[in-house]
């Protein structure tokens, strides 16, 4: 509930946060969120999702210090790439629009890495109280943060330098629960004790991450931030910013309702699978659940965009409601696929998923690019890539209907 409260403060906060800093600065901060995005997804090379798997405490330790020595080395490698090529990486083409600021991007990394890992141990801990809580509260003054600064202060060294500290104090404050745990205050499930491995062991032991879990986890974060650093390259700050606020606003239904739909679905997939009955009615119906719920807020979108946010984030904001008329379809699709998308670990189709993630990022990215080109209109890319995405999503969905339907074939036949 709280963390369902820090997406809400969020969301009412974002009117006065983007009347004060405006579409340029959003935008270049975008570049700057979307470039974190990707290089989070390999900061510690998929390790810290590892920490909840060990049985025995010792284990547990040792892979998060290989997390945590990870996280530090890649940071160390991007500090050094800056210092020696700083010219260089400013100028690179999507990414020029940050300046100086790329330069804090390996302390972001570093910071939100170890809320990473921290989190991941709480999790195992299932002290998802403690989680709940620290995100409400740094929620809570990152935003108070934004408005008071940006009263005086509207740019984007203050949004950086707000995250940056905002996941410093949140990794602080769970390295405190964590030490009382691992101290005997809050007691680990009774485990007999045995001599930890050796990191090389035990980063050789959970390889599968590093060499599977990362790279479809990059994947994915780079079909959603590559399309900012792409409009940023092609027409500027401001479309990126318009970007930005569009997709972040679109994306909380599907975070809000969609995954809390799927974590009730998982396990109840995962039940029939080992009963051996049929996925596909459970599917098919959590599919076209969603599909009415998700008509009138996306289809509002998609018909009075521009008028909407204009009216509430201001004027200069009305361009992100027209990128919304075209991203509503798309987001409506990614909205509707929850279920599908639960059911393919219980499926056994991760293998397929990766090339789909590969195919599919291929052709929204050759979207993007295509519309700007034939076209010559940041609009026009932006509708291009809904309208694949959206194609994409739909694909998705009759594929893992299509494995459900052949697995209950099989099933009957066996």
């Known amino acids: 509930m709280r963390a369902r409260g820090a997406q809400a403060l969020a969301i009412i906060s974002a009117p006065l946060v983007t009347r004060l800093y405006g579409p340029e600065v959003y935008g270049i901060y975008g570049v700057f969120s979307s470039l974190l995005a990707i290089l989070a997804t390999i900061g510690a090379m998929g390790y810290p999702t590892a920490l909840v798997l060990p049985k025995e405490h ?35 083409r999507g990414i020029a629009v940050l300046g100086d600021e790329i330069g ?27 989680i709940a809580t620290f995100t409400l509260f740094n929620a809570v003054w990152t935003n108070a943060a934004r408005i008071l600064i940006g009263l005086v202060w509207p740019a984007v060294v203050v949004l950086v330098w707000i995250y940056i500290l905002g996941q410093a104090i949140l990794a602080v404050n769970m390295t405190r ?48 931030g590559v399309p900012v650093i792409m409009l940023s390259s092609l027409s500027g700050a401001v479309a990126a910013g318009l970007y930005s606020l569009a ?37 098919a119906k959590g599919t076209a659940l969603l599909a009415l719920f998700g008509l009138i807020p996306f289809g509002a979108l998609c018909l009075f965009g521009p008028s909407l946010f204009a009216l509430v984030f201001g ?7 027209s990128y919304c008329q075209w991203l509503a379809v798309f987001y409506y699709l990614n909205f509707i696929n929850k279920p599908a998308v ?9 293998r397929g998923l990766l090339t789909y993630e590969i ?13 700007y080109r034939i076209f010559g209109s940041d609009l026009a890319a932006v509708a291009l890539f809904s309208l694949t995405g959206a194609a994409a999503y739909a694909a998705l969905i009759a594929w893992v209907m299509l494995v459900s339907h052949r697995k209950d074939i099989n099933g009957q036949a066996g």
Not at 104 to 126: K, M, S
Not at 359 to 371: C, D, I, N, P
Request: proline share 7%; with cysteine.
């Open 58 to 92: 010792p284990e547990a330790v040792q892979v998060m210090r290989v997390s945590a020595f990870t996280a530090l080395s890649i940071a160390v490698l991007l500090s050094s790439l800056w210092l020696l090529f700083p010219n260089s990486l400013k100028s690179l």
């Open 104 to 130: 804090l991007l390996p302390l972001a990394l570093l910071a939100a890495t170890c809320v990473q890992i921290t989190t991941q141990w709480l999790t195992r801990r299932r002290d998802f109280k403690s």
């Open 177 to 224: 629960i964590i030490r009382r745990g691992i101290r005997g205050k809050t007691q680990e499930p009774s485990i007999p004790p045995s001599k930890p491995a050796r990191l090389p062991d035990v980063a050789w032991k959970y390889r599968d991450f590093p060499f599977y879990r990362a790279p479809q986890d990059f994947i994915n974060a780079v079909s959603k």
């Open 247 to 283: 997709t972040q606003l679109m994306g909380m239904p599907s975070s809000l309702v969609g995954n809390a739909v799927a974590s009730v679905l998982y396990p109840d997939m995962a039940h029939r699978a080992r009963d051996g009955r049929s996925l596909t009615f459970v599917i």
């Open 315 to 321: 004027e200069g904001w009305r361009g992100a409601g």
């Open 342 to 350: 639960a059911a393919i670990p219980v499926l056994g189709a991760q």
């Open 359 to 371: 195919a599919g990022t291929l052709a929204k990215l050759g979207g993007l690019y295509a519309g």
